[in-house]
């Protein structure tokens, strides 16, 4: 598969885990809106590489994708934000004496991890001319 192609997979699965957030915040499940906001984040930036004709994106971190990138500002604040949710909000043990991620993340938090995860996709979307 060329980089063009790659670019609209990876960009198309995360306008798809956008949905997927929407619907687990409508359900109270904001731990889970939080992950996959996350995701959203990193699957466009990876679109947004490969569109940048990078051959391999191996990092899960937004931060260091956006740094390769060359991208900062306010997309690098976000990202250093989103990256916090990639494990907090799966493991339980990654709160100490704060319980389950679903007893600790709220609507608020999901809230705003869903318009970071918009803001970067409607900029890598700007960028690569994907609908």
């Known amino acids: 598969m060329d980089n063009l192609n790659r670019s609209k997979s990876w ?12 619907d687990s915040c409508k359900s109270g499940h904001y731990a889970q809106t939080c992950f996959i906001s996350q995701q959203v984040s990193e ?7 490969y569109h940048r004709n990078f051959d391999l994106v191996k990092s ?15 997309i690098e604040k976000i990202a250093k934000k989103l990256d916090l949710y990639y494990i907090a909000t799966r493991y339980p043990d990654s709160l100490p004496d704060m319980g389950v991620p679903s007893d600790y993340f709220d609507k608020d938090q999901a809230d705003e ?4 995860a918009e803001i970067i996709l409607n900029k890598v979307k700007e960028e690569i001319s994907l609908k």
């Open 60 to 74: 899960h971190s937004l931060a260091k994708i956006a740094k390769e990138l060359g991208i900062n500002g306010e």
């Open 11 to 22: 960009f198309k699965q995360a306008q798809n885990d956008l949905a997927w957030g929407k």
């Open 43 to 49: 699957k466009a930036l990876k679109a947004l590489a």
């Open 113 to 116: 991890a869903l318009g970071f």
